[in-house]
């Protein structure tokens, strides 16, 4: 049973700091997804990585997959307070449309 | 614009009566998923089709049904309502050609009392 786990779940960092947030996954899999989700709000798609060795930047994120480790990172860098959310990532273990999802990572930037 | 649509997006309902929530897409995709999200469980797949007349269970589909009688449609009726089935739940659509990549509906809080 594939299992998907999300570190840290809760962070809160300052403005201007750099982090990682770390995706682990426990079979095989190629497909990977971000999402971004805002208090009370919908799920906003991120990144969407399809092959070992994937990388994926927009503005402050970028994301990467390593398929052979089982391990997808989200680094933000110089982070600001809008960046502030719960991200989550997701794997489709059989490339079967049928997502596995982490718990979530709750990102709270000070100002 | 494409988008999806979910109502209703708030509902108070007693234990044990029906409860339907509608999804509707217009992004003309095959696969649609139904989601409860729930503190301390993320994202949990309650049903979901490939396509026309298709439907299949997820995770948690105790309690809960879906038909697809249209591409556009896949609407969650809750058989009879329990407290436990208060939750926030979202729909999804996916392409079926695509990347896999889901598109959410904004969302459904219910209450079950």
């Known amino acids: 049973e594939l299992k998907v786990e999300q570190n840290p779940l809760f962070l809160s960092m300052q403005e201007g700091k750099n982090y990682t947030i770390y995706c682990n996954y426990s079979?095989?899999?190629?497909?990977l997804y971000w999402y971004r989700q805002d208090p009370g709000k919908s799920l906003e798609s991120l990144f969407v990585?399809?092959?070992n060795g994937a990388v994926k930047q927009e503005g402050r994120l970028m994301a990467s997959l390593d398929t052979k480790a089982r391990l997808s990172t989200l680094h933000i860098t110089a982070a600001v307070h809008d960046l502030s959310a719960t991200y989550f990532c997701?794997?489709?273990?059989?490339?079967?449309?049928?997502?596995?999802w982490g718990a979530g990572t709750k990102l709270i930037i000070k100002p | 614009d494409a988008e999806i649509t979910q109502s209703p997006r708030h509902k108070i309902t007693e234990t044990g009566r029906q409860v339907t929530l509608a999804c509707h897409q217009t992004?003309?995709?095959?696969?649609m998923f139904w989601y409860r999200q729930d503190l301390g469980h993320g994202l949990r797949l309650i049903h979901y089709?490939?396509?026309?007349?298709?439907?299949n269970k997820g995770e948690v589909s105790d309690g809960y049904s879906v038909s697809r009688s249209n591409t556009e449609d896949l609407p969650l009726t809750l058989e009879s309502a329990a407290s436990s089935q208060t939750s926030v739940y979202f729909c999804?659509?996916?392409?079926?050609?695509?990347?896999?990549?889901?598109?959410f509906g904004e969302g459904s809080r219910l209450t079950v009392l």
């Open positions: 997701a794997v489709d273990e059989d490339s079967n449309y049928q997502l596995i």
């Open positions: 999804a659509s996916s392409s079926l050609w695509e990347t896999g990549e889901l598109f």
């Open positions: 089709s490939y396509g026309v007349q298709d439907t």
């Open positions: 992004w003309n995709h095959n696969n």
């Open positions: 990585l399809l092959s």
């Open positions: 079979t095989t899999s190629d497909r």
